[in-house]
């Protein structure tokens, strides 16, 4: 079945609204929301959110449901996710909020000259890249293992079995798959991805053809019987290490003791007021939960709700909050079992009060500088120079239990590090350390170390009422614009009063501490003459999140996907 046939039976299912939502106010063209009584699952592709609803109807819990999915999305969405990376979950048991941390971690080895040439500059972006240096020891599987531990109501084994049948009947490619397979530049140095994604003359395998890939069956056969252990050790363990440190060009230096030392780490998350809501999400090493939290604080004093989405003053304000933000983040934000990483002093009252009078509605600041919140100094670390890059997932699953789950995952780059290992591709994330140990002399906090985990942009949120019950989850893809991505949208749905369908589609911009970014063709070029008589330097770039969101209604949930990827929301 062709991939756009496929989306077509499922689509029906989705429309469960009475009637379409109104276009967004930013004038984006858009679907309607989707609406559901019971339960409801939003992933980036249609096959998982089958799977993740399915599941759901077999009675099993929300963390089940993003199990199946995963293991689905990495089949199905390969260029974004899958067991060979690392991820962060949100749980709420309908009482407790807790979080997964399976972040890849830095093998023994590496050390902070990881990403320095000879000479002491650092490496191009793509030659650290591409081969086994820039691999981290995977976290998804461990991590899954964990939440499937604490909430978990389906057999472990039973949850493999919609990624293996799909994996051994084959499933459809799909437009954006096509595409990316179409502009790559790496892949197909790796044997055995070339001859799995790409036809004999070398080019991509047309949209539609149905890819089947035993390998990964296997893979997730043994999964399923014998759990992590599979994974970390054994044969599946050494054909990693294998690929990782026998690569020509760029070998890496992964033991299997690295492998079978990994632990996923549960961690209390990060929760803090906007307006009347309590906003919470991943603490360190993620930097999401910070940065978007100093996003909501910074921006709480000004009167949004009376402000269009899209006007050239919202954009201004929004654009100088992240600047803020990105400032503190790239200073101070790291592995917390490395760096004394000062979270809730970033987010207090009184720094965000403090910080936000920086922000003037006639004028831009221009470049931020690091902010020094009580106890802590400015000169303690050097900034980071890490670059992250967007391709990631994201998925939302609320149970009829009222369990929620958010969580993000990616394997970093598109196609990672370009190693294909027994049906599944090996993630990038040790590019997401600063190339650069140091500023000045000053150590950077997102240095390389061994057994550090890089620091991560993935945010995935949920947003709670003054009595502690559930009101919204949602999240995104896109690299260090995922703390832009998902602030707007929270924005969106709290201030603006969007549905989900509409604040996901709103019309991007936002600011890394640099030029004020706009989304192209997205009718915000008319604002760029007025932020420059600010003060901005602006461009126009693509921004292609994949952003989802579900929120609580009276009546149950209200769910919306991203149009810029090929997500899809199901509910029952």
């Not at 081969?131 to 899954?144: E, H, K, Q, T, W």
């Not at 993935?458 to 919204?472: E, H, I």
């Amino acid at each position: 079945m062709r991939f756009t046939a496929l989306l077509l039976l499922l689509l029906p299912l989705c429309t469960l609204a009475d009637t379409a939502a109104p276009e967004a106010a930013s004038g984006f063209q858009t679907r309607p929301a989707v609406y559901s009584r019971h339960s409801m699952v939003s992933t980036a592709n249609p096959y998982a959110s089958q799977a993740a609803r399915d599941t759901l109807r077999r009675g099993g819990s929300a963390i089940d449901a993003a199990i199946a999915t995963q293991l689905v999305l990495g089949l199905t969405e390969p260029q974004s996710s899958g067991i060979g990376g690392g991820a962060f979950m949100l749980y709420f048991d309908g009482r407790k909020l807790t979080s997964f941390d399976g972040r890849e971690t830095a093998p023994v080895t590496a050390d902070s000259r990881l990403f320095l040439q000879a000479d002491g500059k650092a490496m191009d972006f793509y030659r650290a890249v591409v081969g086994g240096r820039s691999v981290g020891v995977p976290g998804v599987v461990a991590m899954l293992k964990l939440a499937h531990q604490r909430g978990g109501k389906l057999p472990w084994a039973s949850l493999f079995q919609p990624a293996i049948q799909l994996a051994r009947t084959g499933f459809a490619i799909s437009p954006r798959l096509h595409t990316l397979l179409g502009t790559e530049r790496f892949l197909q140095q790796d044997p055995q991805a070339r001859a799995y994604f790409y036809q004999a003359d070398g080019s991509p395998l047309p949209v539609g053809s149905i890819l089947k890939n035993p390998d990964y069956a296997s893979t997730l056969e043994q999964l399923a019987q014998r759990g992590p252990a599979a994974f970390y050790q054994g044969e599946i363990g050494q054909a990693i290490v294998d690929a990782i440190n026998r690569h020509q060009e760029n070998p890496g230096h992964m033991r299997a003791s690295d492998l079978a030392a990994y632990q996923a780490i549960e961690r209390k998350p990060l929760c803090g007021p906007y307006r009347r809501w309590q906003v919470c999400g991943m603490d360190a090493p993620s930097s999401g939960g910070v940065a978007v939290l100093q996003m909501l604080g910074l921006l709480q004093r000004f009167p949004l709700s009376t402000m269009s989405p899209t006007g050239s003053n919202t954009i201004h304000l929004f654009a100088e909050a992240n600047k803020l933000a990105f400032a503190d983040r790239n200073r101070y934000l790291a592995d917390p079992d490395f760096v004394a990483v000062p979270s809730q002093a970033l987010v207090s009252r009184d720094y965000l009060q403090q910080r936000s009078r920086l922000i003037t509605p006639d004028r831009s600041m221009g470049r931020a500088t690091a902010g020094e919140p009580s106890g802590i100094r400015l000169s303690l670390y050097g900034r980071d120079s890490a670059p992250e890059l967007p391709s990631t997932s994201h998925l939302n699953i609320v149970d009829r239990a009222g369990r929620v789950v958010s969580m993000t995952s990616s394997i970093e780059d598109q196609f990672g590090s370009r190693l294909m290992v027994k049906g599944f591709l090996l993630n990038n994330q040790l590019t997401d350390f600063s190339f650069r140990p140091d500023e000045d002399g000053t150590p950077v906090a997102n240095r390389v170390e061994a057994g550090k985990r890089p620091r991560s942009s993935m945010s995935p949120t949920l947003v709670f009422n003054d009595r502690g019950q559930f009101v919204l989850a949602t999240g995104s893809p896109g690299g260090s614009q995922i703390i832009g991505y998902v602030s707007q949208t929270l924005l969106g749905l709290l201030d603006w009063k969007l549905d989900p369908q509409q604040a996901v589609s709103l019309p991007h911009y936002g600011n890394r501490n640099g030029d004020t970014e706009l989304e192209e063709n997205r009718g915000l070029a008319s604002s760029m003459a007025a932020l420059r008589a600010l003060g901005h330097t602006v461009q126009e770039v693509e921004m292609t999140s994949g952003l989802s969101a579900i929120v609580r209604t009276a009546h149950g949930y209200a769910g919306g996907a991203d149009p810029r990827r090929e997500g899809v929301v199901l509910g029952d």
